[in-house]
């Protein structure tokens, strides 16, 4: 018997029934004491990355759009560079997930380069 199955309780199939829906509106409070937040937000030109830097700057993760810019753009070469040395400021992490996003970690956090 795995860890899982302790947790979850045993083998077997599970139903619809087996689970309960959550209604987020009961967790709002939850939401003022949480410390580190995950943030969206898409790169059209270079401005775009000031509250990109003010985020990780104040502990939060930034996960970032930048399907508007190719690789080879000087566009986003440069915002490369100014993310890049926020991230040595903080002792973060910066990686490029595909062609389509920039996962940007605060202090201490380090972004692994192996799936699961």
Do not use: W
Not at 47 to 65: E, H, L, W
């Amino acid at each position: 018997m795995g860890i899982m199955s302790k947790i979850l309780g045993g083998s077997g199939s599970r139903s619809v029934d087996d689970y309960v829906e959550l209604d987020t509106d009961d967790f709002a409070d939850a939401h003022a004491e949480t410390g580190t937040q995950v943030h969206f937000a898409e790169i059209g030109d270079q401005s775009d990355i000031i509250p990109i830097k003010d985020a990780v700057y104040d502990g939060d993760f930034v996960i970032a759009d930048i399907t508007r810019h190719s690789t080879s753009d000087r566009t986003i070469e440069h915002v490369y560079d100014e993310l890049r040395q926020v991230v040595q400021e903080v002792d973060g992490d910066i990686v490029q997930k595909g062609d389509d996003q920039i996962i940007v970690t605060p202090t201490g956090v380090k972004v692994s380069r192996q799936k699961l």
